[in-house]
């Protein structure tokens, strides 16, 4: 098992910035991929970054050149910088694990962000 715990969420105002940390503790070594998405009120959840173990990224269009994922291996922390953040970026953020032996999947308990205009 896999427990993964996310932290950095809050308010800020639209053009701010923020860094959300995802923590992952337990079976580290079935961590394959991680991701995060983010679920807006009366929308489905959507993948917003994914980073592979060997550092491959990818983004939905929407965010490309605004966020950057990242993975500190030494801290077990994944990490999404999010810049010039636009009202539409209001959601709860999940943090998601991919168990490379089949198993999981693992999520956070999401952090909100919220974006004023």
């Known amino acids: 098992q896999v427990q993964l715990v996310e932290s950095g969420g809050g308010l800020v105002q639209a053009g701010g910035s923020l860094r959300l940390s995802c923590v992952a503790s337990?079976?580290?070594?079935?961590?394959?991929?991680m991701s995060w998405y983010r679920q807006a009120p009366g929308q489905q959840r959507e993948l917003v970054a994914q980073?592979?173990?060997?550092?491959?990224?990818t983004y939905v269009d929407s965010v490309k050149g605004r966020f950057a994922i990242s993975r500190e291996y030494a801290k077990n922390t994944m990490y999404l910088q999010m810049n010039s953040l636009k009202p539409e970026d209001t959601a709860v953020y999940y943090c998601?694990?991919?168990?490379?032996?089949?198993?999981?999947?693992?999520w956070g308990q999401g952090t909100q962000v919220t974006v004023s205009s």
């Open positions: 337990g079976g580290i070594y079935r961590v394959d991929s």
């Open positions: 998601y694990a991919r168990d490379y032996y089949g198993g999981g999947p693992y």
């Open positions: 980073i592979g173990r060997g550092g491959t990224t």
